[in-house]
DNA sequence: CTCAACGCTTGCAATTTGCAAGTCTTGAAC
DNA sequence: GTTCAAGACTTGCAAATTGCAAGCGTTGAG
């Protein structure tokens, strides 16, 4: 679906560019929240209120992947079960701080429980 | 361009997804860099490394104005002045997490200033 | 043994992005 | 007082990305 991610070119050395080259399109970052959240099973995202569609999910995971923020591994049976890496859990307060945007300037958005991906200790 | 702002759908009520309704695709959290940066005008903004085209710029600055991040003024002569107004200035601790990642996890960005895109007091 | 659920892939349409060129104002230089 | 260049865009079209629907190969439960 989407071309080799070896190659793809980045645009700037600006840390925030270089990031945005890796989790910046409109998917990405959700998949991530929902890795954070503790799903695992592709049909989990799936499920999500969002309505990624297969094909997209399937290819943002393998990017993450590749990017080594998630790890992909065997699950009871054959199913398989999607794990973050350090590199991945790393964005967390990235995305917490998008979160409470949201909450603060987003009409109609539910304000998460006060742990919602909170770093469990 | 892109079409009506205000007939956009909101993918959910999440706080994560409706932030990046907004400021999540390609380019807007780069602008949102930009003018962080102290940056205001159009031509200050192409000029930026990731060379951002013209019809795109227009588009993204036109998004902003929409949601309220940015006020359009006139400068001196006839030209334009783009400025944060606080809904975008709050997304500053969003994007110096970004930042904060890129720098962590991706190989070869710069490491800006110790007061690069730091609130001014 | 059958059948439904899971985890995808494929093909094609719609939307978004990228590129190049062109337009309309000033404001400065000659 | 006329050129000319810079700034701020717009437009048209090609290329890339996304979205939709359908299909396919394994399980694991009944």
Known sequence: MSRDVSTEK?????PIAGTLDIVGDKWTLLVLRDLLDGK???SEFERSPEQITTN???DRLRRLEVHGLVVRRQGSGRRFEYHLEPKGEALRDAILAL???????????WVPPANYLQRPD
Do not use: K, M, Q, Y
């Open 56 to 58: 997209i999910l399937s």
């Open 10 to 14: 980045r645009r700037s050395e600006c």
């Open 40 to 42: 695992t099973r592709f």
């Open 99 to 109: 979160a409470a945007w949201g909450n603060a300037h987003v009409a109609d958005t």
